[in-house]
C-alpha cells in the first residue's frame, strides 16, 4: 500500500517540484512519496525542510516555556494570562497548549524525519558526488532526530539517573512513519540509547562536515556539543567533559571578553561563540521570538512586558561583568496607566536587519550551541570526576565575562559556583527548570522588584516549590491519552 504525505507544511516544499498534470494523478491533497525522492534535487528539498522545521522548534515556547515555569521571572500586571498555566503551577494542567504544542511539533518532525530517511535509503544515485551529497543530509536528519527526542525526554521524564533509567518511564520512541501507530513508552534509558545510536550515525555521516563560528548548517562540532550536553544530562560526566573540552581546544569559537562584542552577538547575531544558529531572513525565513521579555510600543516609546526579571536574578551579575548590561536594561515601563522605570531582560531585543516593520519583532537567528555552554559542561562534568579539573574551564569563561578566578575552592562550594555561573551565562535560554531538575533543586520566587507592578497572588511572587513537585516532569498531553490506549496506564504522577 503507498503512502500519502498529508502534512500541509510537507506538502509546500514539494509544490514547486510539480507541475498541476503531476499533482493529478494523485489526491489532491497528499503525494505519493515515491514521486517526490528521484533526484538529489529532490533529496536536498527535503533537507531544507529538515532545517525549516528545525528553525520553527527554537525559541518561543521551546525557550521560555522552561523559565517562565520556575523562579527568574514574575508576571507583570498586563501579561494577559500568556503562559499563566506554566507560571501557575496549579493551574499547568495536561490539556495545556504549552504541553500540546510542543509535544505535536516535536513528534510531527520525528516523524517527517523517519519518513525521510526511509525514502533516502531507496533513492538510487550513480554520481559519486550526489551520494556524498546524500549521506549529508541522512547525516543532517539523525542529528535532529536525536536532538528532539533529547527535548521530548528533558520535559516529559524525569531526570537521567544511571541507577533507575532501566525502569523509569521515557516518552514514546517511534523510528518509522506511521501516523496510525499507537506506541507506548520506552524506558529512559532506551529513549538515550536511541539518541546516542542516532548521534552515532550523525558523527559517521558529518565527519566531513568541518564547523565553523556562526555555522547554520549542521557539521561535526554542532553533532558534538549535541553529544556533550546528552552526556552532561546523562551523567556521564567522563563523555561529556571528553566532547565539551573537545570543542574548547579546537579554538574556532573564542570566548568574548568586552561589553560591545558581547552585544553584537546578542542584538546583531555576531556569530564569534556560537557553534550553530538557525538560519534566518526577513521577511519569509523567520522563526519564533523570545517576546515576552520587553513588550515594546513605537507609539508611546515604552515597554509592557508580560514578565519582569527579579531582583535577586539581577543581583547574581557583579557590575563588573559584561553580562549585566547585556541581558538587562534599564527602560521605561507603563503598566495598568501607570509608568515605572524597571530592569527588563534585554537579550532578545530583535536584531534590526530582521525587522518587517519600523519596530522590532524581537526576531533573532536562534542561538541553539555555544562555546560558552561548553566551558560550563567541561566544568561540572570535571567537578565530578575524580582528580578532575573544574576551576580550569570555569576560570575561563569567567574571566573573559570580566569577573575575577576564584581560587581555593572544593566540594560543594566549587559545585555552587558552577552552577551560579551556569545560571548567569545561560538565563533565559530556556535551561533552568531542566537544571533544577537534575540538581533535585526546588525554588522560590523571591526578591520581586516591584510588587506593584505584579500580578498578585499565591501561585506569583512568594510562590516556593519543592524539587519533589511531580510538575518538574510535564504531563503527556490530555489528547494523547485520551486516542492512544497503549499510554492511558503511563502518565506521569501528579497529572
Known amino acids: 500500500m503507498k503512502k500519502y504525505i498529508k502534512s500541509l507544511l510537507i506538502l509546500s516544499i514539494l509544490l514547486g517540484s510539480f507541475t498541476a498534470c503531476d499533482l493529478e494523478r494523485f489526491p489532491y491533497d497528499a503525494i505519493e512519496t515515491g514521486q517526490s525522492f528521484q533526484t538529489i534535487k529532490d533529496a536536498e528539498n527535503w533537507n531544507n525542510g529538515v532545517y525549516s522545521y528545525f ?13 517562565v515555569q520556575v523562579d527568574q521571572l514574575n508576571a507583570s500586571l498586563d501579561y494577559g494570562n500568556r503562559n499563566g498555566e506554566l507560571h501557575r503551577w496549579s493551574t499547568f494542567l495536561a490539556g495545556s497548549y504549552t504541553i500540546r504544542d510542543i509535544w505535536r511539533k516535536y513528534y510531527s518532525a520525528i516523524n517527517n524525519i523517519n519518513m525521510i530517511l526511509d525514502e533516502y535509503s531507496k533513492m538510487e544515485l550513480e554520481d559519486a558526488e550526489e551520494k556524498a551529497l546524500l549521506e549529508k543530509f541522512k547525516g543532517d536528519a539523525y542529528f535532529a532526530r536525536a536532538f528532539y527526542y533529547n527535548e521530548l525526554a528533558l520535559r516529559w521524564a524525569k531526570a537521567y539517573n544511571p541507577a533507575s533509567a532501566s525502569s523509569d518511564l521515557g516518552v514514546p520512541v517511534v523510528l518509522t512513519f506511521d501516523y496510525t501507530v499507537m506506541p507506548a513508552r520506552e524506558t529512559l534509558d532506551k ?35 549535541l553529544e556533550a550536553r546528552v552526556k552532561l544530562y546523562m551523567q556521564d560526566w567522563t563523555g561529556a567533559y571528553a566532547a565539551a573540552n573537545s570543542l574548547i581546544n579546537g579554538g574556532k569559537y573564542p570566548l568574548i571578553d568586552n561589553e560591545t562584542t558581547l552585544k553584537q552577538m546578542w ?3 555576531l556569530g564569534q561563540e556560537v557553534i550553530f544558529q538557525s538560519f534566518v531572513k526577513q521577511p519569509e525565513e523567520l522563526g519564533n521570538a523570545n517576546s515576552i521579555y520587553l513588550g515594546y510600543n513605537g507609539t508611546s516609546q515604552k515597554y509592557t512586558p508580560d514578565f519582569i526579571p527579579s531582583q535577586w536574578v539581577i543581583d547574581m551579575y557583579d557590575d563588573e561583568d559584561i553580562r549585566k548590561s547585556v541581558y538587562f536594561e534599564e527602560k521605561p515601563v507603563y503598566i495598568q496607566g501607570q509608568d515605572y522605570t524597571l530592569t527588563l531582560v534585554n537579550k532578545f531585543p530583535g536584531n534590526p536587519d530582521l525587522f518587517t516593520s519600523a519596530n522590532t519583532n524581537y526576531q533573532h537567528a536562534p542561538k541553539v550551541f555555544r562555546i560558552a555552554e561548553m566551558y560550563l559542561i567541561a566544568a561540572e562534568a570535571a567537578y565530578h570526576i575524580s582528580g578532575g579539573d573544574a576551576l580550569t574551564p570555569l576560570n ?11 581560587t581555593n575552592l572544593s566540594g560543594e562550594a566549587l559545585l555552587q559556583e558552577i552552577k551560579n555561573e551556569r ?3 545561560l538565563a533565559f535560554e530556556g535551561f533552568r ?3 533544577l531538575k537534575r540538581w533535585e533543586e526546588g525554588f522560590e520566587r ?5 510588587v506593584e507592578v505584579l500580578t ?13 513537585d511531580n510538575k518538574f516532569v510535564w504531563g503527556l498531553p490530555s489528547n494523547d491519552i485520551s486516542i492512544n490506549p497503549n499510554l492511558r496506564d503511563q502518565q506521569n504522577p501528579g497529572w
Open 191 to 225: 529513549v538515550y540509547e536511541q539518541i546516542l545510536s542516532d548521534l552515532t550515525q550523525a558523527k559517521t555521516l558529518l565527519a566531513g562536515e568541518a564547523g565553523e563560528a556562526g555555522a547554520n548548517y549542521f557539521n561535526i562540532d554542532v553533532v558534538t556539543a
Open 423 to 425: 545560571f548567569r551565562e
Open 267 to 269: 542584538t546583531d547575531d
Open 433 to 435: 527548570l531542566f537544571d
Open 446 to 450: 523571591k526578591d520581586p522588584q516591584n
Open 456 to 468: 498578585p497572588g499565591e501561585d506569583f511572587f512568594g510562590k516556593k516549590v519543592s524539587a519533589s
Open 396 to 406: 575561563a569563561l569567567r574571566e573573559k565575562r570580566g569577573l575575577d578566578g576564584l
Open 55 to 67: 528553525r520553527a522548534r527554537q525559541y518561543g515556547i521551546y525557550t521560555y516555556s522552561q523559565d
